[in-house]
């Protein structure tokens, strides 16, 4: 019987992604809803599913907190950037930045993720502002690509592109997570050495979701520059780009493929509304939204029904027995 | 010269101690990683700056005033944002510590450049250009009186852990809290009251670093970064190490900038922790 709801669950999923996905196919299409500025707003909350997708496999399956996450985005928006003014394909210079991030993540991966829990996060908070440092020291200023690439700009074909790697970071991600390397995951997360006890290694998939992980972030990445046509390697590899897809994941649900896609369209549009209403002040509401989501939802927004009902019952319970505190 | 280098290294390396001694306090009681720490240090620097700015307060008299006003947000921050962690199971309590003060961050910082706006800012007393010289070494007045400041503060700290009853229950709770709370120690105001120790040290070392660098709404994540790194080099929850560590870092620092040149100074800094964290995870300074 389970099996038979699962299944249907399953494929209202699938039906409900497709009918989102068409939807977006067709958006650019209407003439009216094609312009720029609904176009650049979705592209911004594609780069924020993308990144928080990537952010939420490491974080919410793996369990292990990455707090350098821009440096694995940076460093993809950075030699895509450089491989166009070399005179690369666009396509194959995205890739490559994905590629070349993944490389990267393999590179501080295999050491770093030998450290636990809080040391793993500030190892990899501390090598990425190390990059960023050094980055910037490296290239000052503006990266920009040449002129002739602005000849050819189409913001629909970009759209389109970004629309493409949204879907294949979910489905990469929906397959892995549904698969034995996510139930190993799973089991890493909840306790490591229970794991490790009934035949997993946990340095193999750690290491193999870490390199995915940055893998997406770089593509991320690429597709970012390439959109924008210019980068400040400063800016790209800047903590925001690790704390936003972070906060994003968690608003939403880590360890859920819909939490991070979920928190990535409220925490843009969000952003949106209110840095044109309040200006700055708009940090300072995602600060407390975020918050409010950590201490009262636990699980994020996607699970709201089920933190609503566990508020309630622990009411009823609490009334009815007038127990001494737990602190 | 190279003297004046070391010199100098030790001089930073002293703010660096500071900073992470609250952190670390924090740390080895609640097993809470406060990233938001940096914030309150630029906050205790802003108070010191306007208690200078608008009422000539010396910077060295406003320490004690800094350190109060620290002492009663940390016990706010405490009520509001730490004490509801606790009705998490206990392996999620330090991760969403690290996710609720990191949302601090974002609300600490912006609230205080709306209020104060960007701009940099530094406290310069009439003696804050006074350097004594000895032996060739060139020794400015303030970062020794703060040298002088910082030390008072640490015996102060150090007598208060170990001489006073409730110095002994915190660090009771920090060694095991259930058995200590078996014992009729108040694990919550034990707690409440790390915290607001915690947060003074922050303004101290806030107050310090506004007399000897300057203070902008967004410098506090540079601060949070060495204090990780101290604290990481001294092992985490260790507050005795602390100090060794942060001259450490400082003297490090310093040479590199000598041989390197300034632009990397946080990158020597940031690898040498990552080298310590790979190959000592434990700390350097610990049995």
Redesign the interface.
């Known amino acids: 019987m389970s099996n038979i709801k699962e299944i249907i669950a399953k494929s209202k999923m699938f039906v409900v992604g497709g009918i989102v996905v068409l939807i977006l196919v067709l958006l650019p299409l209407v003439e009216n809803i094609g312009n720029n500025y609904i176009l650049t707003l979705l592209f911004t909350v594609f780069i924020f599913v993308i990144l928080s997708q990537s952010w939420n496999l490491m974080g919410g399956y793996a369990g292990q907190?990455n707090l350098g996450l821009a440096a694995y985005f940076g460093s993809g928006a950075l030699s895509c950037s450089l491989l166009i003014s070399v005179g690369l394909s666009s396509y194959v210079a995205i890739l490559a930045g994905g590629l070349l991030a993944a490389a990267l993540g393999c590179i501080v991966g295999i050491?770093?993720l030998?450290?636990h829990?809080?040391?793993f996060?500030?190892?990899t908070?501390?090598?990425a502002?190390?990059l960023r440092?050094?980055v910037a020291?490296i290239f000052p200023g503006w990266s920009l690509v040449p002129s002739t690439y602005w000849e050819t700009y189409s913001i629909i074909e970009r759209y389109y592109i970004c629309l493409a790697l949204v879907v294949i970071t979910i489905i990469i991600v929906y397959s892995m997570v549904n698969s034995q390397v996510g139930l190993a995951l799973k089991a890493i997360r909840d306790d490591e050495d229970a794991a490790k006890a009934t035949g997993i290694n946990p340095a193999k998939y750690k290491i193999l979701v870490f390199i995915i992980s940055s893998f997406l972030a770089g593509l991320a990445g690429g597709v970012f520059c390439y959109f924008r046509g210019s980068i400040s390697p400063y800016h790209q590899f800047s903590?925001d780009w690790t704390?936003g897809p972070?906060?994003a994941a968690?608003i939403g649900g880590l360890g859920t493929i819909t939490g991070p896609i979920l928190g990535s369209i409220i925490f843009v549009l969000l952003q949106e509304l209110l840095s044109q209403t309040v200006g700055?002040?708009y940090?300072?509401v995602?600060?407390?939204l975020?918050?409010l989501v950590?201490?009262f939802l636990?699980g994020g927004l996607v699970r709201s029904r089920e933190s609503l009902r566990r508020f309630l019952a622990g009411l009823i319970s609490r009334k009815s027995e007038s127990n001494t505190s737990?602190? | 010269m190279v003297a004046q280098v070391i010199v100098y290294g030790i001089i930073i390396g002293v703010i660096y101690g500071l900073v992470a001694t609250g952190l670390s306090l924090l740390f080895g009681v609640m097993r809470y990683?406060n990233i938001a720490h940096g914030s309150f240090l630029i906050i205790g620097g802003y108070i010191s700056y306007w208690l200078f700015t608008l009422w000539h307060m010396d910077p060295f008299v406003s320490i004690p005033v800094v350190m109060l006003a620290m002492f009663l947000l940390g016990l706010i921050v405490y009520r509001v944002?730490l004490?509801?962690?606790?009705k998490?199971p206990e392996g999620?309590r330090?991760?969403?510590s690290?996710?609720?003060t990191?949302?601090?961050?974002?609300?600490l910082?912006?609230?205080m450049?709306?209020l104060w706006t960007s701009d940099v800012r530094a406290v310069t007393t009439s003696y804050s250009k006074v350097v004594l010289e000895l032996l060739g070494v060139r020794l400015p007045l303030i970062s020794l009186a703060v040298i002088g400041i910082t030390l008072i503060v640490i015996i102060a700290l150090h007598l208060f852990l170990n001489r006073t009853y409730f110095g002994k229950s915190i660090r009771a709770t920090a060694q095991n809290w259930e058995a200590a709370s078996l014992l009729g120690i108040n694990?919550?105001r034990t707690y409440l009251v790390a915290c607001g120790v915690s947060m003074a040290l922050a303004g101290a070392a806030g107050a310090a670093v506004a007399l000897m660098y300057s203070i902008t709404p967004y410098s506090g994540?540079q601060w949070l970064?060495r204090a990780?790194?101290v604290l990481?080099l001294a092992g985490?929850g260790s507050i005795r190490g602390v100090f060794l560590a942060g001259v450490l870092l400082g003297v490090t620092e310093q040479v590199s900038v000598f041989f390197i040149g300034g632009?990397?100074r946080?990158?020597v800094g940031?690898?040498i922790?990552?080298l310590i964290?790979?190959l000592k995870?434990q700390g350097l300074f610990r049995q």
């Open positions: 907190f050491p770093t030998r450290l829990g809080i040391y996060a500030i190892g908070l501390a090598i502002e190390a440092i050094t020291n903590v704390f972070l906060m968690c700055k002040a940090f300072i995602t600060g407390v975020f918050i950590i201490l636990p737990l602190f | 990683m944002l004490s509801p962690l606790g998490f999620q330090l991760g969403n690290m996710l609720i990191f949302g601090l961050i974002l609300v910082d912006n609230v450049c709306l694990i919550d994540l970064l990780l790194v990481v985490l632009e990397y946080a990158v940031l690898g922790f990552v964290l790979l995870p």
